[in-house]
């Protein structure tokens, strides 16, 4: 069985299925198909006009209200004021890049760099999350002196040339090249006497000793710490731990990318990887760092950038500018002064609860799994095996009823289930009856 869609291209808008739409939306997704061309998704086989958003919800053209378990970067909630403040606030004064002493930049950097354990001390500012990891790729090269990198076989680390080529959920046609490594994810019921931490380290360990063996060597892993396009593997925490050993040991690197689980979004802390007692290597960041002001970042430790910087110089016109300074430093005082990460974990853990007694003896809900405000839950058919089919259908019902939500996933059958991370009990609940009364209607 191999997966039948590519990820980034599940529950998007195909206009050679023909769906029919009204006169005035045709129109509009024509237009915009013929302007952006073949790059273009639209989610949903009747793509929607979004105007507004605020807090969880998210508003259409027509005035209907989305529940919003969907989007990760407005992660302390849409168009939240202190952001909106702090970013026209600081874009009336001075907006320029990191070449002259900006105190806001500074202060971000201090503030930020104090969420991280001590040997994590160096920041590097970038726009976004494939410029994260396109830097910590080349850090790690630089460190190592070797190419070779290992992913887990769903991953999605972002969009440019490097990046991409670790990116399988990418990759339509072409296979994964010949510096790539792919690793099953950490998935309890793949790995032998449920131990995770041993079947994630020791496959890990076959990827490394075959990029020595074929002469590209090893210069780190790179994971999603929440493995969130892999469909979301968060337990049991600590089983990390082994794997940074694995790196260590081979003298690679461990490279944690934050963009999805990032700023709070587990409840176990700031960071996906301080749930599992590890210290990476190297730190990316994006999405949520700016609520939607476009800011990304790279954490590192000072003798590894150091490494990289005698061989190649680093500028990013727009990385780390006052006003994403700004913006950065609005959206940790929110989620210190919002209490956010206790949010998502109590609410996280109600929601999580809740979504295991709907699965209950269902036959169609295989597992129900994830961390503070970031669950999956996956679609099986009658004989168990991942249901994309359900997935899409449950996806695009919920959109009928008034709620945004994705899929992820190998098979592109798990719900991704990532709301704003001041999500209440009540959101939940309404997300829960949803769910059933369109499982029942089925
Ligand atoms: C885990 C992960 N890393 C990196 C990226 C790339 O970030 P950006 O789209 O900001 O380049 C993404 C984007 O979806 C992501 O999910």
Known sequence: MSPTKQILALNRFEASEGTALAPELAERVAKRQATFGASSVLFYKEPIEMVRAEGVFMYDAEGRRYLDVYNNVPSIGHSHPAVAEAVARQIAVLNIHTRYLTKPVEAYAEKLLSRFPPPLTNLTMTCTGSESNDLAMRIAEAATGKRGFVVTRAAYHGNTQ????????????????????????????QAPGGDVAAFFANNLQTAIDDLEANGVGFAAVIVDTIFSSDGIFADPPGFLKSAVDVAHKAGGLFIADEVQPGFGRTGGGLWGFSRHGIVPDVVTMGKPMGNGFPMAGVVTRPDLLSLFCEETGYFNTFGGNPVAAAAGSAVLDVIDGEGLIDNARDVGAYFKANLLTVMGNRRDIGAV???????????????????????TFVINAMKERGVLIGAAGLWGSTLKIRPPLCFSRENAEFFVETLKAILADR
């Open 369 to 391: 799994r994830g961390a503070g405000l970031f669950i999956g839950l996956d679609f099986v058919d009658d004989d168990g095996r991942p249901d994309q089919g359900l997935a």
């Open 162 to 189: 490097h990046v991409t080529a670790i990116s399988p959920s990418s990759m339509k046609s072409k296979p994964v090249p010949d510096f790539v490594r792919v690793i099953p994810e950490p998935d309890p019921a």
